[in-house]
Nanobody, 116 residues
Framework: QVQLVESGGGSVQAGGSLRLSCAAT?????????MGWNRQAPGKQRELVAT???????IYADSVKGRFTIPRDNAKNAVYLEMNSLKPEDTAVYYC?????????WGKGTLVTVSS
């Protein structure tokens, strides 16, 4: 069973930075296709933040372009989310996901709180 373990959430003031990490376990390093991050703010639907293919092509939500980057380390089955210039509206639970053999797996989420 593929498991995704996130870390790096926390509280930060507006304008600050955080780095989220996600590692996939119990899966062959060559089996993971796209990996990404979604987030869900209180009272809102889960939304895409960023996704990256195995080859390194990334897509970002308009709301985070220029502020967030999504590096990936295939050898470690890991994906990261580097968040800069954080805004209060970035406050949410951030979920890592990975596509393996046509199925999408999700982490349990990590909370990011940005205060003004």
């Amino acid at each position: 069973q593929v498991q995704l373990v996130e870390s790096g959430g926390g509280s930060v003031q507006a304008g600050g930075s955080l780095r989220l990490s996600c590692a996939a376990t119990s899966v062959n390093i060559f089996s993971i296709n796209a990996m990404g991050w979604n987030r869900q703010a209180p009272g809102k639907q889960r939304e895409l933040v960023a996704t990256i293919t195995r080859g390194g092509s990334a897509i970002y939500a308009d709301s985070v372009k220029g502020r967030f980057t999504i590096p990936r380390d295939n050898a470690k089955n890991a994906v990261y989310l580097e968040m800069n210039s954080l805004k209060p509206e970035d406050t949410a639970v951030y979920y890592c996901n990975a596509d393996v053999a046509g199925l999408r797996y999700w982490g349990k989420g990590t909370l990011v709180t940005v205060s003004s």
